[in-house]
């Protein structure tokens, strides 16, 4: 699968514009990719079993998107043949006082997965920068010290996230990142479902009506983050969510395709372990 119509370029502005939420590359149907789907949750469970195996590189899945573009799904469908003893998931909320006590990357150190491990933010500390952004009054809580005027805040925190991505870059931590782009007229169609469905009720919440008034707000916002944090260690993969199982996919290939990169491999055992082995072999099939 050709993933660079996906990758923003690191260092160039881009336009949402330019992106189709309905694009499905060379697949017709659902019905034609659930195979390469079942696949790729094959393959993602084998390579985490050498990734646990190995405990040298962490892996860092950061998921944002407006309000029922499949972020749960995604995760759910994707990492369905992972074994959960290896793989967390953190969903980020608004910051709690605790929280807002701290700078604003405090708690996703906090949830960084250990080596071996493949970590997922639900929405992450890019909300710094979006919601926030959208709604200035989010901001005034933080008890900063000083605020740069203008947009000067918001290129100050571009700068800080780069940072805090290379660092982890630079320790073992890979970061894969995913906006899931769904359009307009697909969110009202799912917002209706969660309404008309009985069992979806309990999905739909008012404050997603209040966000959908500032749509506009929020893919400029978007757009200006996609542009100043996509880097060569931790691009922005803008991932077309109009079609949930093109969504699953296109998500699934791109972390079986980095993971296949990292070269994993199973600890080698030394010779002195290897005797031991066999002497342990020997007892057992003595009994």
Not at 3 to 15: D, K, M, N
Not at 76 to 93: I, L, Y
Not at 252 to 276: R, W
């Amino acid at each position: 699968m050709n993933h660079q119509p996906l990758i923003v370029e690191p260092g160039t502005a881009i336009s949402l514009k330019d992106y189709d939420p309905d694009y499905t590359g060379e697949f017709k149907d659902k019905v034609e990719a659930q195979a390469k789907l079942q696949t790729d949750v094959g393959r993602l469970g084998n390579y985490q079993n050498v990734l646990y195996a190995q405990s040298t590189y962490a892996l860092l899945l950061i998921f944002q998107a407006m309000d029922a573009a499949g972020k749960d799904s995604t995760i759910k469908h994707v990492m369905s043949g992972v074994n959960p003893q290896g793989c967390q998931v953190f969903s980020f909320k608004a910051p709690s006082a605790e929280e807002l006590d701290h700078d604003y990357l405090w708690r996703s150190f906090k949830a960084l997965p250990e080596r071996g491990r493949i970590g997922i933010f639900n929405r992450s500390y890019y909300e710094e920068v979006l919601a926030v952004r959208v709604h200035p009054e989010l901001l005034a809580k933080q008890q900063l010290p000083h605020v740069p005027e203008g947009n000067r805040i918001w290129q100050q925190r571009f700068e800080e996230i780069n940072n805090f991505e290379k660092y982890l870059d630079n320790n073992g931590v890979v970061v894969l990142k995913f906006f899931l782009n769904v359009s307009k007229d697909e969110q009202k169609k799912r917002f209706l479902e969660r309404i008309n469905i009985p069992e979806k009720n309990w999905k739909f919440s008012l404050s997603d009506l209040e966000v959908r008034k500032y749509w506009d707000d929020y893919m400029n916002a978007y757009e200006e983050m996609l542009s100043h944090t996509s880097t060569d260690y931790a691009p922005w993969h803008v991932i077309p969510a109009d079609h949930k199982w093109f969504t699953r996919l296109a998500v699934a290939d791109i972390v079986c395709t980095k993971l296949k990169e990292l070269n994993l491999q199973y600890p080698q055992m030394n010779s002195e372990h290897l005797q031991e082995l066999s002497r342990v072999k020997v007892i057992l099939e003595s009994e």
